[in-house]
């Protein structure tokens, strides 16, 4: 497949966790930094974390930080966003992408997967 295909969303209860995914193809994966993005209702999309080719430079939306931990495994050509402590405000259509990838940006975000925190 050309998109990224996340999986892993759901329905959880404030300060619950859920385990997101992304699988992509090796050949493209493996040479691009990988980006998780939201996007909730009446809201423009944001980038929510980001994590370097290599996997070892990792950044945060603040209001993230502490709670998200982005990772990789480049031998299984994924992605992935643990997510702890969920609030409310989390609720969104989850995606991955190539953040440094104007192509990928542009023309190929995928279905996504729904994170909804609620009691």
């Known amino acids: 497949q050309l998109q990224m295909v996340e999986s892993g969303g759901g329905l959880v209860q404030p300060g619950g966790s859920l385990r997101l995914s992304c699988a992509a193809s090796g050949n493209i994966f493996r040479l691009n930094a990988v980006g998780w993005y939201r996007q909730a209702p009446g809201k423009e999309r944001e980038l929510v974390a980001r994590?370097?080719?290599?996997?070892?430079?990792?950044n945060y939306l603040d209001s993230v930080k502490g709670r998200f931990t982005i990772s990789r495994d480049n031998a299984k050509n994924t992605a992935y966003l643990q997510m702890n402590s969920l609030k409310p405000e989390d609720t969104a259509v989850y995606y991955c992408n190539y953040p440094d990838d104007f192509l990928y940006r542009a023309g190929y975000w995928g279905q996504g997967t729904q994170v909804t925190v609620s009691s």
């Open positions: 994590v370097s080719t290599d996997g070892i430079s990792r």
